[in-house]
């Protein structure tokens, strides 16, 4: 089943950024939110990490024709944490300002590879430090900065038949067992369908 039109870009805002930034850590964001619980998680391990996040649509969705013009607001959050070794202290802010210049002219480029979406370049994009990003993480001092612009999608009339496997979810997963009823291959496996309310 074919991603959204959301999904699909945020899978290539990251695709792109790996391309342009190797070796950094460039993962997707469930959430609009960075929070201080999500430097452990991103930066347990490494020194900088980025995440790409779909914000929300702050301006009116408005409908043109049969298609919806959605301004769709995405944020790269840029989390980075002082590093040291014997020789010197490398800062948070360093390592932040050293990709900052690359992030910016990606986001500009518009180099997304989303197929045969159709979308605006991205417009109002902007760099800032965000509240909330100094934090003592695992002894560290931490940075967040944010990078974040608008950009309009044209999502075209909905086809019948798209969303219905949506409604109908069919969810597998492996159950701990209890130690007193072990199956041999130690697993049990169970299925539940979800019907969503349609209406």
């Given at each position: 089943?074919a991603?959204s039109?959301?999904l699909?870009?945020r899978?290539?805002?990251?695709?792109?950024?790996?391309?342009?930034l190797?070796?950094?850590?460039?993962?997707?964001?469930?959430?609009?939110k960075?929070?201080?619980?999500?430097?452990d998680?991103?930066?347990?391990d490494?020194?900088?990490?980025?995440r790409?996040?779909?914000?929300?649509?702050?301006?009116d969705v408005?409908?043109s024709?049969n298609d919806?013009?959605a301004?769709?607001?995405?944020?790269?959050?840029?989390?980075a944490?002082?590093?040291?070794?014997?020789q010197?202290?490398?800062?948070?802010?360093?390592?932040i300002?050293?990709?900052?210049?690359?992030?910016?002219?990606?986001?500009?480029?518009?180099?997304?590879d989303?197929?045969?979406?159709?979308?605006?370049?991205?417009m109002?994009?902007?760099?800032?430090?965000?509240?909330?990003?100094?934090?003592?993480?695992?002894a560290?001092?931490?940075m967040?900065w944010?990078?974040?612009?608008?950009?309009v999608?044209c999502?075209?009339p909905?086809?019948?038949?798209?969303?219905?496997?949506?409604?109908?979810?069919?969810?597998k997963?492996?159950?701990?067992?209890?130690e007193?009823?072990?199956?041999?291959d130690r697993?049990?496996e169970?299925?539940?369908?979800?019907?969503?309310?349609?209406?």
């Open positions: 089943m991603d039109q959301i699909a870009l899978k290539a805002i990251v695709k792109r950024l790996q391309e342009k190797p070796g950094v850590n460039v993962e997707e964001h469930r959430r609009a960075f929070d201080p619980r999500d430097f998680r991103c930066l347990k490494r020194a900088l990490a980025l790409v996040a779909f914000v929300g649509t702050p301006e408005q409908l024709s919806v013009d301004p769709e607001a995405w944020a790269i959050y840029i989390a944490k002082d590093v040291a070794d014997e010197r202290t490398i800062h948070r802010d360093e390592t300002f050293e990709v900052l210049p690359t992030i910016l002219r990606t986001v500009c480029s518009n180099g997304w989303v197929g045969d979406i159709e979308m605006s370049k991205p109002k994009v902007r760099s800032a430090e965000l509240d909330g990003g100094e934090a003592e993480t695992s560290k001092s931490t967040l944010g990078v974040s612009w608008l950009q999608a999502i075209p909905e086809q019948d038949g798209d969303i219905r496997p949506f409604l109908t979810l069919i969810t997963y492996d159950l701990t067992p209890n007193d009823s072990v199956p041999e697993t049990f169970a299925e539940d369908t979800i019907t969503l309310p349609q209406g």
